[in-house]
């Protein structure tokens, strides 16, 4: 189902984008929708050795539901295969037209560029990029419909701080692009020399689970939900009886706190989403409420507008974040009430974009010699360092 639907919004996208590998993602959808029926057929009549006990149990568009009825059918689909003579086009990941997303020596890892033929026929092409330290996993192709190109930097012959506009030329029977590869490679801090999370791709995104430091307060602490979340593990305040704190004082002196040490590169005013699970107050009176601080200010306390819903698993909650210079700083954590259950802190340095999920987490490492803990449900102690 899920490769129906997707298959089938890509047919479409491309479509309108000129691209003739539409009908290839139209022909995926339809094979997607021919195994679906299959499968409930051979449920409903293969299991041959329970007769037909289970006969007609299973049906690959279950209703009536009203208008959910509809989940079931297959979208919309388009069939264009190319016009006229065949003529490159180029998609980046991330979106932006001949500029491809950033890659980062703190997250490594390596981009795609997508090669798309807009007509009828076949493409051949070479790629050349503009410093030997551009890697590809090819350098020549030819396609009909489209072909994948994946991109990663060599960064032990990379130069740290370079100026230089660093691109991709690809010429072809069918024209020739440009892609521009935007290289973030700061002189310092070096990968293996910093702590904490380190910015890159315009935010600094964080799995609740992977605090820096805990402070526990009054026998109470954050501790770790095994496989409680939507892309990791999530924290929450045990014992759930514990009295809500709200003033910054009171907040200071006795709630629970989860420290994540940060390097940033820019100052300035940036947001922060706090992602947690869609929990409802404990008990009568009570909010979902944490507060925040940046390295020794005063503990905040976030109100409780959230976005989010309980179909997504996810409350947001956003604040406006000051950082007065670059370098190490250290976000902080407090409970307010308990029953929050928090999943993945971003601090977006950029214009945050839309995604299900968030940002991949970015690259972390600890200090030397730090244990930090990790204090599942039901244990005591479970010390592991990353």
Not at 74 to 85: A, C
Not at 272 to 282: A, F, G, K, R
């Given at each position: ?38 499968l409930t057929d051979q449920y409903n009549t293969g299991l041959v ?126 024209g020739k692009q440009r892609v521009v590869v935007p290289v973030f ?134 604040a406006s974040v000051e950082i007065k210079e670059p370098g190490r ?58």
């Amino acid at each position: 189902m899920n490769e129906k639907v997707i298959c089938a919004d890509k047919s479409m996208r491309h479509a309108a984008a000129g691209r003739a590998c539409s009908r290839d993602y139209a022909l995926r959808a339809r094979a997607a929708a021919d195994r679906i029926i299959a499968l409930t057929d051979q449920y409903n009549t293969g299991l041959v050795t329970a007769g037909d006990k289970w006969r007609y149990m299973m049906s690959w568009a279950p209703g009536p539901w009203g208008s959910q009825r509809h989940q079931f059918e297959m979208p919309p689909l388009s069939d264009f295969d190319g016009l006229g003579r065949p003529t490159l086009d180029v998609a980046c990941e991330g979106g932006r037209r001949g500029v491809l997303a950033d890659l980062s020596v703190y997250t490594q890892g390596k981009r795609f560029i997508d090669l798309h033929n807009t007509g009828k026929g076949e493409v051949t092409w070479k790629a050349v990029p503009s410093h030997p330290w551009v890697k590809l996993d090819r350098s020549v192709g030819r396609f009909a419909t489209r072909q994948r190109l994946w991109v990663r930097i060599d960064w032990d012959r990379a130069p740290a701080a370079s100026g230089d506009e660093v691109a991709i030329d690809i010429e072809s029977s069918a024209g020739k692009q440009r892609v521009v590869v935007p290289v973030f490679f700061p002189a310092g801090p070096g990968r293996d020399a910093v702590t904490g999370f380190v910015e890159s791709h315009g935010h600094v995104s964080m799995e609740a689970e992977h605090f820096t430091r805990h402070r526990e307060r009054d026998g109470v602490a954050w501790q770790v939900v095994k496989g409680l979340g939507r892309s990791g593990d999530s924290v929450a305040v045990f014992p759930a009886t514990v009295e809500s704190r709200s003033g910054p004082e009171a907040i200071r002196a006795h709630s629970p706190a989860l420290e994540y040490d940060m390097h940033l590169f820019r100052a300035g005013e940036f947001e922060l989403h706090l992602d947690c699970l869609p929990t409802q107050p404990v008990a009568p009176g009570r909010g979902v409420r944490l507060a925040i601080s940046i390295d020794d200010g005063a503990p905040r306390v976030l109100d409780e507008r959230f976005r989010g819903d309980v179909m997504s698993n996810l409350r947001r909650c956003t604040a406006s974040v000051e950082i007065k210079e670059p370098g190490r700083h250290t976000l902080t954590v407090w409970m307010v009430d308990p029953g929050v259950i928090l999943d993945k802190l971003v601090l977006h340095t950029e214009a945050p974009k839309d995604s299900y999920l968030g940002p991949p987490e970015s690259y972390w490492r600890p200090a030397e010699g730090d244990k930090q803990r990790r204090l599942p449900v039901g244990s005591r102690r479970d010390t592991r360092s990353r």
